[in-house]
Structure formats: C-alpha cells, structure tokens
C-alpha cells in the first residue's frame, strides 16, 4: 500500500514536468532538422509504414544557425552603429576581407572574421548631410556614408567610394605593401569626386571593374536617379559614357555585375561586360516587362570625332535568356537578373558565367542558375542587329548592308587597321548610335536552368562557384544566397552521359538566424571558405562539414559530396593528391552496395528500450541524418518470428519524425526497427524493443527505466479522454501562431494554470485524483542536464515561417 501511494505522489509530480517535457519532446534531434510537414495517415488497414516520398525540392540536409555553431561551422561579425555590410573584397595575399559598410570601412581576418579587424570611421560631413535633410531625406537613414564600391587600385592601395549623404565621394586608402605592415588608412588628401562611381541614393544598385588605372562603372549619375549611365574613369584616357536620354542604350536599369575579359592575346581587344536588367524596349506596347541583358563594350574605346564624342562607340546589349521550356511549347521565363559569379577555366578567354534569376511575375514565384558560356556570348554580339522602322513597326532582324569595321569590334590590328574610335567613319558612328541592341538573345548553354526552385518561401539572391575535383571526375558546387538568410549548397550530378545532369541540394543552412537577405557572397578556395554579407553583419562558412554526414561509409557515400571521402574510419576532406589508401568516394552513383560492401559489420544499429502503459499513446522516434530518405518501419513478435512491415491505421500513425501509436495495446509488445532507403540502399537506423505495462502495475517498471504515461485526465471513458488529450496536444504543435519551443511552452503552462475549461481537461492539476499524465518522465540522473541542452538546441525554422510538426519524443531515445 505504502510502495502504491508513494508510486501516485511520483506520478503527480511528473505531471508537473508536463509542460516542459512536451516543448523538449517538440525539439529536432542533433543529427539533421525536421521535415517541415508531417506525413498523414492512412485510413486503410493494409497502409504499410513507409513514410512519404521527399519533395525534390528538399535539401539532403539542413542545418540551423544553432547547428552549424555546434559544428564550428559558422562565425559571425557584426558592427554597432553601422549595416549594410554590401561590399566585399577577398585579398588572398594579405589574409584580409575588405568590406564597405554604412559610415564605415573594415579589415577582417581571412581565417576568422570575428577577430583583428581593423576600421576606418568614414561618415559623410555635416554640412552634406544637413544639406540631404533640407532635400526631403531621412537623417539616420538616407543622409549618411554607404560605401558601395571597393577595388584593388594597386598593390598599396584600394580604391573606395561611398554615397556620401547624396554626394558620392572616393577614396585612396592605404593598406601596405605586406601583410605585417598592418597599415589601414585614408589619406584625406586624396579623397574625390565619385559622380560616375557611386550611386547618390544608398537604394540604388551599382556594378563596377577596376581595370588597370581605369574604373567602369553603371550607376546612376544625378541625383534624382534618372540619368543611368556607364562610365569610365580614372586613369589617363578621357571620361566616357553612354548616350543620355536614348531608351534605346539604357532604360531605367539595375546593374548587377561587370566584368573584364580578355577577347585575345591582343590587349587592344579587351572587352568590359556590364550584366543588368532594365525594362525592354522591344516590349513596348505589351505591357511593362523586365529583360535581362549583357553589355559589351571595348576598353580602348575613346569615343567618336564627330558624333558620339565622349561616348561609347562599341557598346552593344543583348538580351539573357533563362526559361524552362514548356510542354505546350511555351516557354516560362525568369527575368529579374540578380547576381552574376564568372568561374576562371584554364583558358582566361572563356570563363563560364554563372547567374541567378527570379520571376517578375506576381502570380508565379521562382529562381533559377542559368550557365552561359563566352563563345555563345560572342556569338549574339556577331549576329544581326535589331532593327525597327517606325513606332508602329515590330523589331525585326536589320536586312541592310552593315558598315565596316563592324560596329561592336574593338580598334586593333588584330581585326583592322583603325588604331582608334575617332577614326572610325561617320556611317559606323551613326549605326551604332541607332542600332545598339542585337536581335539574337544569349541562351544557357543546356538552353534550359541547371537548378531551378519553384513553390518555395525564399528567392535566390547571391550566387559563388567552386570547382572541385572528385574522385569520379570534376564538380562546379554552387552556393546560392537567400532573401532568407540562407545559403543552399548545389552541385549537377551526370545520369546517363555528362550533357544529361540531375540535380542534387546537398545541404541548407540558416546562415543568418535574424532571416536577413544575403547581399553579396564571396568564396576563397584557397582557404576553403564562404563569406557571407547582409545588412546586419557578415558570415564566415566553411565549405564542407564532412563529420556530419555520420560515422558510417555508408552515410559518407550517400551524402555525395565532392569535398568528401571515406578513409576507412571516417568521413573526411578528399584530396585529389593524397597518399592515404582505402579514400572511397562515388559522387556520381552514390552507390554505398559497391563502395562500402566490406564495412557492413562496422556499422552498429543503437538499440532502446520503451516501456508503455496499457491504453495509452507512446512515440518511437526515428529521424534520420538524410531529408530524402524514405522511412519504413518493420516489427517482430518474437525472435524466432520473421520480421514484417508495420501496418498503418486510425491508431498507429506514421510521422516525419517517428512512428506514433495513440493507443498502446498488449499486442504490440515486441521489436521494432527503423529503415531508411536512399538511393536504393537501405539501412537500419534504430531497433526499439517495446514493452507494455498494465495500467494497474506502474510499480512493476523498473525504477531506472523510462516511463510512458497516461495522458488521460479524470473522469470519462478512457477512450474519450485519450482523443480529447491527442486533439489538445496536436491543436498546441500546429497551430499557425505558435511558430517557437517559447511559445508553445507558454501556451502549455497557460492552459495548465487556467481555472477550468479545455485546460483542466487537457492538464489536470497535481492535487486531483487522476490517472498518469503525458510524455516521457526519466529519472532523475547526471544524463538529464545534457539532455536539456541538446534539446534546446533543436528548435527549427523553416522558410515558410510554419512550425515544424511536432510529436512527443520517444522514452527509449
């Protein structure tokens, strides 16, 4: 009697720990993140347990900022007082990022970001930003010193400019001659003008190429934001630019990128490519619509005699094309431009373009990495020139005699003998005043995007590229910015030949937990690392995070990552070049039967024991390491049983992250296994042996064993009070306003200190008679604390802003 009451006593208590259980219960395991919807049910008593197929849209897997902090995977910069941390410039030899901000100019660590910076206070001057506040502009918000653009001018000195409170001005600043000369300085008497280098407006976007001594930059020129321009400056050679006022050269455009390419051996023959968006012209009269182009124009471009004096004579654009192609045969077009990355190839001339798209269009949402190559580029720019008559006249191909030398080919000796733009003849200078757009577009080189992203709550934003070589050949491993805060991990697997590719998200991770949009991304193979700009701070990640595939060759295999190996005890950086036997990789296949079919006997399944009470609900909890796994569960009555796949009904329901049964039968005593296949591999994760307890013999559990309790509150049937505690639970993790651990708690606790009503029934207070109440209660021992902080760790969020489902945790975890 005396073991009885002391068994009830224990019991009310655990009921107090309810609430806290539940929230941790409702947290992600350490491995990977959650599924972000839970797999339903089946009303069919023959449903087998096998979970869901994955989405092809989910990542293989997702790290929380909270995860990657765990792993040492991501370090964090952030400055008071200042945002917008736009401007980016890796300096490989001095170890250094240089980063323009608002009011501020930095130098951080390669190696860690987070330590030796050094900054210069760059605010705009008084008089200038009382002069923008007499404009109309806001005073902490628009009248200050953003710095937009920085540039390696020469080995001593960069070149900065910022907006300046509406008065763009630059910059020399020097930073040595060494990496131990520690020098980071503006010199005040060689701070300029920067109209025709950085924007007025901080909302404006500019894209800028510091070549030689020269700069060429697109932005805007007024302070009105009107007169879009791009423009060459510095150096010895005259300032030029484009025609003003001629929507036929710029209308209304966003620069992107620009970028310097040689075209031959000949310097004079060097070309400046400008990537934009701008509202088209040849759409004129069907709406409003947004093209992407690419820009052209030749370095040694000094303007024309007559005509176009000052102005560029070799600029050309064509239109971007990135759509996929419809099965009606229309097509679905992405045309807001966002980024541009160029991978160097051994051949300087022709580097491989790598851009990132999102639609225009306000009823479908989307982005795309569309790949473009210069032969295709040049290509467009060979081919015949748009031509329209009259306004009410269609563009169409230009049929006419085009002048010599072409318009759009650089003065050199290596295609004529015009030694420059002032000698071209006056029929060249006025075709290419009128005719400075091309008819043919530029398509991706598989005339379709290499990864695309539809249906989802994020939009691409930044773009970096890193080449690797793998064990099975050579990978181009995308990392792509989100408006979200993340960064997604892509590379182009080859199916049946390497022209036919399928694509493969790796991994997802949360790179800013404040959810800002990435703003600019630059990546250093030589330190194996992604710096990560927003406007609230910078991130540093490595490129790989080879441990958290698993412990197991299998695991290492199938993650299929060309940064990673298995060495024969783990899994690890691959190296092209080592010595090191037993280096297993398959990024192609990804085939663990072949490459791993010795180290079967290495991998140990973890074995649990549960105990459940008769009557009421218990949780197996099994999430594996992989999002694309599908999950199935088997069981076995006895040893010398043969194992069979567990049957799904109203009371044994399949979730994302376990197997949950609402109503615990004598029956299912016995051995259940959790599967996961991948790939066509399939691998036992966890083995739970279930026990069940009578509901009238709780003191027959062992005293160290995990308890599965009651749910059920008092009064009414037990079946009745079993539903109406589910229904309580699953309205507490679903609901669409509760989206943290923090507030489901208190939503917990709420409902438990109510007076009456749904919380009593739903959290009866200790003082009454009831029966056991919810999850899983463990003993007291030196395990719980470690247990806590794991779980705290666990909370997810997903870029839809939903709550994940959540489900009680298993006792036997």
Sequence with gaps: MMSLMMMMMMMMMMMMMMAAMTCLAAAASPSTTTRSSSSSSSSSSSATSSSSPPSSSSP????????????????????????????LLLDEERGRLFVGAKNFLLSLSLDNIAKQEHKIYWPAPVDWREECNWAGKDITSDCVNYVKIVHHYNRTHLYACGTGAFHPTCAFVEVGNRMEDHVFRIDPSKVEDGKGKSPYDP???????????????????????RDFTIFRSLGKRPSIRTEQHDSRWLNEPKFVGSFWVPESENPDDDKVFFFFRETAVEAQGLGKSTYSRIGQLCRNDMGGQRSLVNKWTTFLKTRLICSVPGADGSDTYFDELRDVFLLQTRDRKNPLIYTVFSTSSSVFKGSAVCLYSMNDIR??????????????????????????????????????????????????????????????????????????????????????????NAADGQYDVMFI?????????????????????????????EVFKDASSIINMQISSKRQQLYVGSDTGIAQIP??????????????????????????????????????????????????????????????????????????????????KSLQARVTWTFQKHPQNPREEVRLDERIIHTDRGLLIRRVLKRDVGLYQCHAMEHGFTQTLLSITLEVVPSTS?????????????????????????????????????????????????????????????????????????????????????????????RKGRNRRTHDGKPNPRTPRSAGE
């Design 379 to 468: 290509r467009a720019f060979l081919g015949p020139f748009a031509h329209k008559e009259g306004p009410n006249y269609q563009w169409v191909p230009f049929q006419g005699k085009v002048p010599y030398p072409r318009p759009g080919m650089c003065p050199s000796k290596t295609f004529g003998s015009f030694e420059s733009t002032k000698g071209f003849p006056d029929d060249v200078i006025q075709f290419a005043r009128h005719h400075p757009l091309m008819y043919n577009p530029v398509y991706p080189m598989t005339r379709r995007p290499i990864f695309v992203r539809t249906n989802v709550d994020y939009s691409f934003t930044q773009i970096a590229v890193d080449r690797v």
């Design 60 to 87: 293989r897997m997702k790290l929380s900022y909270k995860e990657l902090q765990q792993f040492h995977g991501v370090r964090r910069f952030e400055l008071e007082r200042s945002c917008c941390f736009s401007a």
């Design 698 to 790: 709780t003191s027959n559990v062992p005293s160290n064993a995990p308890v599965r309790l009651d749910p059920r509150s008092g009064g009414g049937s037990p079946m009745t009070n079993q539903k109406l505690w589910y229904r309580d639970f699953m309205q507490l993790v679903d609901h669409p306003n509760l989206s943290t651990v923090d507030q489901i708690c208190e939503q917990v606790w709420a409902r438990k200190n109510s007076g009456g009503g749904q919380g009593e029934k739903s959290f009866p207070s200790p003082g009454k008679d009831v029966p056991p109440a919810s999850p899983v209660v463990r003993p007291a021992n030196k395990k719980w604390k470690h247990l806590q902080e794991i």
């Design 481 to 509: 910015g989100t408006d979200q805060g993340t960064v997604l991990k892509v590379i182009n697997v080859p199916k049946e030949s390497w022209n036919n590719k399928e694509e493969l998200l790796l991994e997802e991770l």
């Design 203 to 225: 909302r404006h976007n500019a894209a800028s190429v510091l070549v030689g001594d020269e700069l060429y930059a697109g932005v805007a020129t007024d302070l009105m934001g």
């Design 543 to 624: 490129l790989h995070r080879c441990s958290v595939y698993g412990k197991a060759c299998a695991e290492c295999c199938l993650a299929r990552d060309p940064y990673c190996a298995w060495d024969g005890t783990s899994c690890t950086r691959y190296l092209p070049n080592t010595k090191r036997r037993f280096r297993r990789q398959d990024v192609r296949n990804g085939d663990p039967n072949t490459l791993c079919s010795g180290d079967h006997h290495k991998h140990r399944v973890t074995e649990r024991k549960l105990f459940g009470v008769d009557g009421s609900s218990t949780f197996l909890e099994c999430i594996p």
